[in-house]
């Protein structure tokens, strides 16, 4: 799976759009971009994957850049609940033997 | 949907013990399921993968004698830490593939081990 980019920590108050980048310049065509989030002490939570075009769920948007060198996670609307470290994954789902990987993610805190 | 449990949720236990902790998904099917470590302010680390009735498979590293892992159903994988010591305290994650949605892992709430 190609490698992943992200800053280690970003600031958002509440309310605002918290808008994650990750760069992944060496992905495959049939690579796809995963986002999970990791509330401390529990398990990460699935948020949204994509491949080549956008992509909106009931908790994020996800941008997906025309070139797919570089994407970007937005929560529309931040709150204190929001305040995770947030994983950007580029997977390659070949079947049974696929696994994600985890880098090491931002640590995003929401403030009031 | 895709709801997965671990139990115990905390385990506390003595040098040279074994604990034994499961994964279940409770509301689908799991062809895969995937086991993690996690040390403080670190990022998970991938131990294995299990497939319903076969041997798991183990990531370099990993000492299968150590941590057993058996999947016996498409909705159950456990792992027993063996002759468990203070360098085996971690928090321990589970996540499961969907077998009508594989394109998605979901992972359960995690286990805490502590070994004293």
């Known amino acids: 799976d190609a490698k992943t980019t992200q800053p280690p920590s970003m600031d958002c108050a509440e309310g605002r759009a918290a808008n994650l980048p990750c760069n992944h310049s060496?992905?495959?065509?049939?690579?796809?971009v995963y986002w999970y989030r990791q509330i401390h002490s529990q398990g990460p939570q699935y948020i949204i994957h994509g491949l080549k075009n956008n992509e909106t769920n009931e908790m994020a948007s996800l941008i997906i850049t025309e070139d797919r060198k570089s994407s970007t996670l937005i929560l529309p609307h931040a709150t204190l609940r929001d305040t995770a470290v947030y994983y950007c994954i580029a997977f390659l789902n070949t079947g049974t033997a696929s696994k994600l990987t985890f880098g090491t993610g931002t640590r995003l805190q929401v403030t009031l | 949907g895709a709801v997965v449990s671990q139990h115990p949720s905390r385990v506390i236990c003595k040098s040279g013990t074994s604990v034994k902790i499961e994964c279940r998904s409770l509301d689908f099917q799991a062809t895969t399921m995937f086991w993690y470590r996690q040390f403080p302010k670190q990022s998970l680390m991938l131990m294995a993968t299990s497939n319903e009735g076969s041997k798991a498979t183990y990531e370099q590293g990993v000492e299968k004698d150590k941590f057993l892992i058996n999947h016996a159903s498409l909705t159950l994988s456990t792992l027993t830490v063996t002759s468990a010591h203070p360098e085996d305290s971690s928090f321990y994650i589970c996540?499961?593939?969907?077998?009508?949605?594989?394109?998605?892992?979901?992972f359960g709430p995690g286990t805490r081990l502590t070994v004293l």
């Open positions: 996540s499961a593939r969907h077998r009508k949605v594989p394109d998605t892992q979901y």
């Open positions: 060496t992905i495959s065509g049939n690579e796809y």
